[in-house]
């Protein structure tokens, strides 16, 4: 792991972030999660399970300030405000990896899209933070299979996208490989837009299965 990267945080204290909170302490990340309630229990939780000295909860703001790469894991709705919370100018520079995926659940389960076709969540994140390094990547898979994905058929492939190439990079090398994941970088990150159907369709399966138990290969020949 890069010196640069040893730390890292996570704005999101869901099942998303706190998995791949797990993966990054595997990977010897000093990690924080950032909530508007930093002592709830499912982070207390979390950072019992962990070495004190690597695991910890902060607010929005203060993670944002701190963590060099920062992983936005927040539910759609709560995206701009969780952002603002975290003041876009402590996030300046820094990579952010956009896991979030903008469901609309208004009209019941399987959901929809609330931003697509021109435009998608990704973007939108991109624009509340113009002057950070934006990577999608995560959103394509259940959270159970984020961190080393074990399928009989071989490692899974993750799409990610985004307007940095040296950050995707990072996000590549760094991170997903030493997950066991297979990486296509798809270009920039006007790439979710095809992206967050991708993963309507993941959830599609998931609701017509009743389980998470798969993830997606491009297959080469
Ligand atoms: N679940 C999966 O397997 C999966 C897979 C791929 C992508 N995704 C996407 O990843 C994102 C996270 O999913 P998740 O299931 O881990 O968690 P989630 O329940 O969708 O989101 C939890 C996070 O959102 C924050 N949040 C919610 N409302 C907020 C508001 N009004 N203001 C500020 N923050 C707010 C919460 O902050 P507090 O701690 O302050 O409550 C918490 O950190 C979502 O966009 C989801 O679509 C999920």
Same mark, same amino acid.
């Given at each position: 792991?890069?010196?640069?990267?040893?730390? #890292?945080?996570?704005?999101? &204290?869901?099942? !998303?972030?706190?998995? /791949? *909170?797990? @993966?990054?302490?595997?990977? =010897?990340?000093?990690?924080?999660?950032?909530?508007?309630?930093?002592?709830?229990?499912?982070?207390?939780?979390?950072?019992?399970?962990?070495?004190?000295?690597?695991?910890?909860?902060?607010?929005?703001?203060?993670?944002?300030?701190?963590?060099?790469?920062?992983?936005?894991?927040?539910?759609?709705?709560?995206?701009?405000?969780?952002?603002?919370?975290?003041?876009?100018?402590?996030?300046?520079?820094?990579?952010?990896?956009?896991?979030? #995926?903008?469901?609309?659940? &208004?009209?019941? !389960?399987?959901?929809? /899209? *609330?931003? @697509?076709?021109?435009?998608? =969540?990704?973007?939108?994140?991109?624009?509340?933070?113009?002057?950070?390094?934006?990577?999608?990547?995560?959103?394509?898979?259940?959270?159970?299979?984020?961190?080393?994905?074990?399928?009989?058929?071989?490692?899974?492939?993750?799409?990610?996208?985004?307007?940095?190439?040296?950050?995707?990079?990072?996000?590549?090398?760094?991170?997903?490989?030493?997950?066991?994941?297979?990486?296509?970088?798809?270009?920039?990150?006007?790439?979710?837009?095809?992206?967050?159907?991708?993963?309507?369709?993941?959830?599609?399966?998931?609701?017509?299965?009743?389980?998470?138990?798969?993830?997606?290969?491009?297959?080469?020949?």
């Amino acid at each position: 792991m890069r010196n640069l990267y040893h730390e #890292n945080w996570n704005i999101g &204290s869901g099942d !998303v972030g706190r998995k /791949l *909170a797990d @993966g990054f302490i595997e990977l =010897g990340l000093h990690v924080k999660i950032g909530s508007r309630d930093p002592n709830q229990s499912k982070i207390t939780d979390w950072i019992n399970k962990h070495d004190k000295e690597k695991a910890s909860s902060r607010t929005f703001a203060e993670t944002a300030s701190f963590g060099e790469l920062v992983v936005l894991a927040t539910l759609w709705e709560g995206t701009a405000d969780a952002i603002q919370l975290s003041n876009s100018k402590n996030l300046t520079n820094k990579i952010v990896i956009d896991v979030t #995926n903008p469901l609309d659940f &208004s009209k019941g !389960v399987p959901p929809t /899209l *609330a931003v @697509g076709h021109t435009d998608s =969540g990704g973007e939108t994140v991109q624009r509340m933070l113009p002057d950070s390094k934006v990577v999608k990547a995560f959103n394509i898979v259940g959270n159970p299979h984020m961190v080393h994905p074990d399928f009989p058929d071989g490692r899974p492939t993750m799409f990610i996208c985004g307007n940095d190439e040296a950050s995707k990079k990072i996000v590549t090398d760094d991170i997903l490989s030493k997950f066991g994941w297979e990486t296509i970088d798809i270009g920039g990150i006007e790439g979710s837009r095809v992206l967050e159907p991708l993963a309507l369709l993941w959830i599609l399966q998931y609701f017509k299965t009743g389980n998470g138990n798969h993830a997606f290969k491009l297959l080469l020949k």
